[in-house]
């Protein structure tokens, strides 16, 4: 049970109604704004947001606490050019909501301050205190003072020969079959339709990278197909994914080893397969989804599922 128990104060009060105290979509920084402004003297003119500072509001509960305040009707702005040019911003304040046309009158009867005249004189700058002594003016001979013992005499800098430009570097040969392989890449896949001309010479490199390291042009285009997202996601930059796919080359496999010929000595198995290769990081964790695919795709499982997103769903049609 709570009691309560009141005294009047003998002075500087202010009578509010219950309404705004306990207004349902006023927040309490809202209502603290609200009635501090009307608590302030006649005359004064102290912007929402000096007086938010002086009531410890921060910055984003004072901006939420005027945006309430003004879609009540408590606070009305409106921004004009006053004497000499001036641009002002007037601020009403009311105790009782009040519609845009009730307080477009009460604002043109409202004098227009300059920004000083708005000055609060609870917020007034105080005067400046002067430096004490007089300015010293700067020297005029444009050299610094220096002791007449000091030997300022300096020797001339030795001058040192130009450096030689260094050759602009040559740029890398770049085989036809790179250029080929990259210009038939928007066939293999509409995602790939859109690669930039400006893109072509720098995918051209990475694919004679690859070709260089013994790897067919089947295999690029293999390893780019599987590259590209399984679940209908829109690829909106080819050309970066092509970097990204083509940026690490991986070992080319061996190649098979011929038929035993009849009569010749045959090799340990051990010695011709010297185990597995590890896949590279960026293919760590990735499964073949067995479903229905026209070639194979990978997808990285959550747990133990061996279909991709497409395949599991029953409603839409494997690719």
């Known amino acids: ?22 207004h349902p979509r006023l927040s309490s920084d809202a209502v603290r704004l609200l009635t501090w402004q009307l608590s302030l003297p006649d005359g004064a003119r102290e912007p929402l947001s000096r007086t938010a500072e002086r009531a410890r509001i921060g910055a984003c509960a004072f901006t939420r ?9 408590f606070v009305h702005e409106r921004r004009l050019q006053g004497p000499g040019g001036h641009w002002v911003t007037q601020q009403l304040v009311s105790n009782v909501p009040l519609s845009a046309a009730e307080a477009a009158k009460l604002l043109a009867r409202m004098p227009v301050h300059t920004p000083s005249a708005d000055a609060s004189p609870q917020v007034a700058p105080s005067p400046r205190i002067p430096t004490v002594g007089t300015p010293t003016p ?12 000091e030997n300022t005499f300096h020797h001339p800098a030795e001058r040192r020969p130009d450096p030689e430009p260094e050759p602009a570097p040559q740029a890398t040969e770049v085989p036809e079959a790179a250029r080929a392989l990259v210009a038939a890449f ?13 893109m072509h010479d720098e995918l051209a490199r990475l694919v004679s990278r ?16 599987r590259g590209l997202p399984d679940d209908g996601t829109p690829v909106h ?41 590890r896949p590279s990081s960026r293919l760590a964790g990735l499964r073949e989804c067995e479903g229905d695919h026209v070639q194979a ?18 409603s839409l049609p494997c690719p």
């Open 1 to 22: 049970m709570i009691y309560r128990h009141h005294i009047a104060p003998p002075r500087a009060f202010s009578q509010f109604s219950h309404d705004l105290i306990r």
């Open 65 to 73: 606490a005027k945006r309430q305040l003004k879609e009540e009707g």
């Open 138 to 149: 700067p020297p005029t001979d444009g050299h610094p003072r220096k002791d007449p013992g």
């Open 186 to 198: 928007p066939h293999l896949s509409p995602d790939l339709r859109r690669i930039p001309r400006g």
């Open 210 to 225: 690859w070709l260089a390291a013994g790897h067919t042009p089947a295999a690029v285009r293999t390893h780019i197909l």
């Open 237 to 277: 930059r080819p050309g970066g994914l092509l970097r990204y796919l083509l940026r690490d080359v991986p070992h080319a496999p061996a190649a098979p080893a011929p038929a035993p010929v009849p009569g010749a000595a045959t090799t340990p198995p051990a010695a011709r397969h010297p185990g597995p290769t």
């Open 297 to 314: 795709t990978l997808f990285r499982p959550v747990a133990e599922e061996t279909l991709c997103r497409a395949c599991s769903r029953p």
